[in-house]
């Protein structure tokens, strides 16, 4: 199947074959025709099965054929959690409509509000914005939607997850009810589900994958190893399976830092990006991760959502996340479009009971592996141990005494991962631009 056999305008496939996409992903195969229809849709999709431009092309289609905006009105707009997500929606709404005359617009929190208001005063056939500022703009009078023909919910649980529910609720009472809604999300959850049954009208359900279940492409390896010998763990994998380009995730911001400050000890290029960091931090630090400058860039959740990078081969979780969905978003960052990629969680003693969630999430049981030299004490208490076999993890400019038997051969009996192709360093695309506020603040 090709993207012209979906129906789509010659000037939106001409743009596809430019970014060389060779066939619509299955996503788009399904979802494309169903908008262009002008049906609901509520697609379970996460971030790397092409969703966006599945939601994007089909949008610039219909705005094509209607008329053009007026002044202060918006046309479509699609609502996400983040900022970095707004920021990138945008800029494929930005790519995929090059060659049309469409006006689009992103709007978010945390930078100035009157250059936005100054935008909008042309109107926007296609606006991308996050929940809050979106409010603060109408609440200003700088836009009206009157005009609205298409709403978009993108990562629509991930909204729900953040505290946006009041938000969105006021936002939908404020748009006209004759409309086209199309809702994504990585999990259909029962909250999702409610939100979709007062929003959606005989909507189309599409799910590329099943429901809750973890991109096939991406193989899935289960370290247990004991917590004070996870950095050990980690610089050894990295070095010795020369990983390239790691997205690592951590569960706070302060033991990001701290595993920043320790892989730089140990000479692995390294920088971190959370909720605490500039803008101009984030931006720098993933810009050096595209380029190949950072080899490791660790992440809270918050921070990473959003983040585009094309066909990223590693993604670790160096903390198992508190909420077993978040699994699935993490490792949404991996095989992306197709690509495969692995994603290795360190699991500690103390993690046991999310692994066991994630396993009932994702319906899937993990094979729990140990790497020779690492292997977890079974005696060791939970937290607070002694590394064994002498490695040490000292401050920042210390370097790390390893003394084990991590031979390739040794590896390769014991751990799967001795087996891993080596990734080649790649170039990516979009850079994120802005920060996220942490869950529960009101939207950005
Ligand atoms: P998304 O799931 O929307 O975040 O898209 C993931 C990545 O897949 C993006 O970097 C897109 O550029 C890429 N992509 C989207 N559609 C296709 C396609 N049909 N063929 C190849 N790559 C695609």
Same mark, same amino acid.
């Given at each position: 199947?090709?993207?012209?056999?979906?129906?789509?305008?010659?000037?939106?496939?001409?743009?596809?074959?430019?970014?060389?996409?060779?066939?619509?992903?299955?996503?788009?195969?399904?979802?494309?025709?169903?908008?262009?229809?002008?049906?609901?849709?509520?697609?379970?999709?996460?971030?790397?099965?092409?969703?966006?431009?599945?939601?994007? !092309?089909?949008? +610039?289609?219909? !705005?094509? !054929?209607?008329?053009?905006?007026?002044?202060?009105?918006?046309?479509?707009?699609?609502?996400?959690?983040?900022?970095?997500? &707004?920021?990138?929606?945008?800029?494929?709404?930005?790519?995929?409509?090059?060659?049309?005359?469409?006006?689009?617009?992103?709007?978010?929190?945390?930078?100035?509000?009157?250059?936005?208001?100054?935008?909008?005063?042309?109107?926007?056939?296609?606006?991308?914005?996050?929940?809050?500022?979106?409010?603060?703009?109408?609440?200003?009078?700088?836009?009206?939607?009157?005009?609205?023909?298409?709403?978009?919910?993108?990562?629509?649980?991930?909204?729900?997850?953040?505290?946006?529910?009041?938000?969105?609720?006021?936002?939908?009472?404020?748009?006209?009810?004759?409309?086209?809604?199309?809702?994504? =999300?990585?999990?259909?959850?029962?909250?999702?589900?409610?939100?979709?049954?007062?929003?959606?009208?005989?909507?189309?359900?599409?799910?590329?994958?099943?429901?809750?279940?973890? &991109?096939?492409?991406?193989?899935?390896?289960?370290?247990?190893?004991?917590?004070?010998?996870?950095?050990?763990?980690?610089?050894?994998?990295?070095?010795?399976?020369?990983?390239?380009?790691?997205?690592?995730?951590?569960?706070?911001?302060?033991?990001?830092?701290?595993?920043?400050?320790?892989?730089? &000890?140990?000479?692995?290029?390294?920088?971190?990006?959370?909720?605490?960091?500039?803008?101009?931090?984030?931006?720098?630090? +993933? &810009?050096?991760?595209?380029?190949?400058?950072?080899?490791?860039?660790?992440?809270?959740?918050?921070?990473?959502?959003?983040?585009?990078?094309?066909?990223?081969?590693?993604?670790?979780?160096?903390?198992?996340?508190?909420?077993?969905?978040?699994?699935?978003?993490?490792?949404?960052?991996?095989?992306?479009?197709?690509?495969?990629?692995?994603?290795?969680?360190?699991?500690?003693?103390?993690?046991?009971?999310?692994?066991?969630?994630?396993?009932?999430?994702?319906?899937?049981?993990?094979?729990?592996?140990?790497? !020779?030299?690492?292997?977890?004490?079974?005696?060791?208490?939970?937290?607070?141990?002694?590394?064994?076999?002498?490695?040490?993890?000292?401050?920042?400019?210390?370097?790390?005494?390893?003394?084990?038997?991590?031979?390739?051969?040794?590896?390769?009996?014991?751990?799967?991962?001795?087996?891993?192709?080596?990734?080649?360093?790649?170039?990516?695309?979009?850079?994120?631009? =802005?920060?996220?506020?942490?869950?529960?603040?009101?939207?950005?």
């Amino acid at each position: 199947m090709t993207f012209s056999d979906l129906g789509l305008d010659a000037a939106l496939v001409r743009t596809v074959e430019e970014k060389g996409y060779l066939e619509p992903s299955p996503i788009q195969a399904q979802a494309i025709p169903a908008i262009l229809q002008g049906s609901d849709i509520m697609a379970a999709a996460q971030t790397g099965t092409g969703k966006t431009a599945g939601f994007t !092309l089909p949008l +610039l289609h219909r !705005l094509n !054929l209607g008329k053009p905006v007026r002044n202060n009105r918006v046309r479509a707009l699609v609502l996400t959690p983040t900022r970095e997500l &707004a920021a990138q929606v945008h800029e494929s709404v930005q790519t995929y409509g090059q060659h049309l005359k469409l006006q689009s617009s992103v709007v978010f929190g945390g930078v100035k509000i009157n250059p936005q208001m100054m935008r909008l005063r042309r109107g926007a056939d296609i606006l991308v914005a996050t929940p809050g500022r979106l409010i603060d703009l109408y609440e200003q009078n700088a836009l009206q939607f009157n005009d609205l023909e298409i709403l978009v919910l993108d990562e629509a649980d991930r909204m729900l997850d953040m505290g946006f529910i009041n938000d969105i609720r006021k936002i939908l009472a404020l748009l006209p009810k004759k409309r086209q809604n199309l809702l994504f =999300s990585a999990t259909f959850s029962d909250d999702i589900r409610k939100l979709a049954k007062g929003l959606l009208k005989d909507p189309l359900e599409i799910s590329v994958s099943p429901q809750n279940s973890t &991109a096939p492409a991406v193989e899935q390896i289960i370290y247990e190893v004991d917590k004070t010998n996870k950095t050990a763990l980690l610089a050894h994998l990295i070095k010795e399976q020369q990983w390239n380009q790691v997205l690592v995730f951590g569960r706070t911001k302060h033991g990001a830092d701290r595993l920043v400050r320790q892989l730089t &000890a140990l000479d692995i290029p390294s920088a971190v990006i959370h909720g605490n960091r500039s803008q101009n931090q984030r931006t720098e630090a +993933l &810009a050096g991760f595209k380029q190949g400058k950072v080899q490791v860039l660790v992440a809270t959740d918050i921070a990473a959502r959003g983040i585009d990078i094309d066909q990223l081969p590693y993604v670790v979780n160096y903390d198992l996340p508190q909420v077993a969905e978040d699994y699935v978003h993490r490792i949404g960052r991996t095989g992306r479009a197709g690509a495969s990629g692995y994603a290795i969680s360190l699991v500690s003693m103390d993690e046991k009971k999310q692994l066991v969630d994630i396993e009932k999430l994702t319906k899937q049981k993990f094979e729990r592996q140990q790497v !020779l030299g690492f292997e977890p004490d079974p005696h060791a208490p939970k937290t607070d141990t002694k590394p064994k076999n002498s490695q040490n993890i000292k401050s920042p400019n210390s370097t790390v005494k390893v003394k084990m038997n991590h031979s390739a051969k040794a590896l390769g009996a014991k751990s799967k991962a001795g087996a891993k192709p080596k990734a080649a360093s790649q170039p990516a695309n979009t850079p994120a631009r =802005s920060k996220n506020r942490p869950r529960q603040q009101r939207a950005p």
